[in-house]
């Protein structure tokens, strides 16, 4: 099964793709390597999804939190591959931030969201490496930052 249609078969609305808000670039490619930069918590109206886990979020609200960073990088990588998810050959690692109180230690539970969707469309070649790490403040007060490498065929 393509990974079009798992996306299709799961019921996901993969959002817009967002350009930068700074002096970066959304992706690039070096070699066979695809880099996606870190994509905030945004719901799925559009708004930012702001606040600490573990005192303005609890661990499941941080998870969708992590799970709509990792359909922003599925559509970050459809853009950059052209709008063709098939010349991904697999997720590499992803790097995940979590905007969290001092005592908070839940932070891979939380970045598990991003992690679980894509392992969910990707499959196998969905399986990555990961960092989960709390922050103590993330860009524009959000919640979640993730960020991604993806291995092209």
């Given at each position: ?19 930068p ?94 992690s ?8 196998d ?29």
């Amino acid at each position: 099964m393509s990974f079009e249609n798992k996306i299709e078969k799961l019921g996901i609305k993969l959002p817009d793709a967002k350009p930068p808000v700074g002096s970066y670039v959304a992706t690039k490619i070096v070699g066979n390597l695809l880099y996606i930069s870190g994509q905030i918590s945004i719901s799925e109206n559009g708004e930012l999804i702001k606040g600490k886990v573990g005192k303005d979020l609890s661990v499941e609200e941080g998870y969708k939190a992590a799970e709509r960073c990792g359909l922003s990088i599925v559509s970050q990588a459809k853009v950059a591959c052209n709008g063709d998810l098939s010349k991904i050959k697999s997720c590499v690692k992803l790097t995940g931030f979590v905007n969290s109180t001092d005592n908070f230690t839940e932070q891979p539970k939380v970045i598990n969201g991003a992690s679980d969707l894509i392992a969910s469309i990707f499959e196998d070649a969905g399986m990555h490496t990961r960092a989960a790490v709390s922050t103590n403040s993330l860009p524009l007060g959000v919640s979640v930052e993730v960020d991604a490498i993806f291995e092209l065929n």
